[in-house]
């Protein structure tokens, strides 16, 4: 669930104002009072009233803590992800992060994270010769991880939505079979 500041919506129900927000997942709602007794404005400072500590405490929560790139993989990734995986697939993906991800970015908090400095780190991996099918699944595992970061509200936005793979990766060419698809 993602974690932001919120405002609520403050809305004329029968002959009173309701301000609703979101606590926990779950829509929340209450009547802040009568509408001949009070203006738009003043429910909606009362429904702001409501909101400052469910606000506080998501940022003095999770996002107050500036969480490393390998401590989400770990503590957060990992665990979420191995229950969708089959075991060959999870023995795989976890190399490459192990091999290609960690030692790289490990060390960086997760916030800091930019879709140019991802994209660099693509290309330098296509670079030292990784192919393409490497690369592409590289920034398939930064996509998921940041999505799943944004998703529980460790980072505003993600970065790696708009990663590509370089065109400089080596493309794997398979020879063609003898007589397969022949029009001679």
């Known amino acids: 669930m993602r974690r932001r500041f919120q405002r609520g919506g403050v809305h004329k129900q029968r002959s009173g ?13 209450r009547v802040l009072g009568q509408v001949n007794k009070m203006t738009k404005a003043q429910a ?47 023995l795989t993906n976890i190399d490459r992060m192990q091999r290609h991800l960690n030692p790289a970015l490990a060390d960086r908090p997760l916030r800091s994270f930019t879709r140019d400095q991802l994209q660099t780190f693509l290309d330098e991996k296509c670079a030292k010769g990784l192919s393409f099918s490497m690369v592409a699944h590289l920034r ?31 493309s794997e060419q398979l020879p063609a079979k003898a007589g397969r698809f022949s029009f001679d």
Not at 149 to 169: F, I, K, Q, S
């Open 140 to 170: 398939w595992d930064l996509h998921q991880l940041f999505k799943l970061a944004l998703a529980e509200g460790y980072v505003d936005r993600n970065p790696a939505t708009l990663l590509h793979t370089p065109r400089e990766a080596k």
């Open 44 to 90: 909606q400072v009362a429904l702001a009233a409501i909101l400052a500590p469910i606000n506080n405490a998501r940022e003095n929560g999770k996002n107050a803590h500036e969480m490393k790139f390998r401590e989400f993989v770990d503590a957060v990734f990992l665990p979420c992800y191995r229950r969708r995986w089959k075991s060959s697939t999870a």
């Open 17 to 29: 104002w309701v301000g609703r927000w979101y606590d926990g997942g779950r829509r929340k709602a």
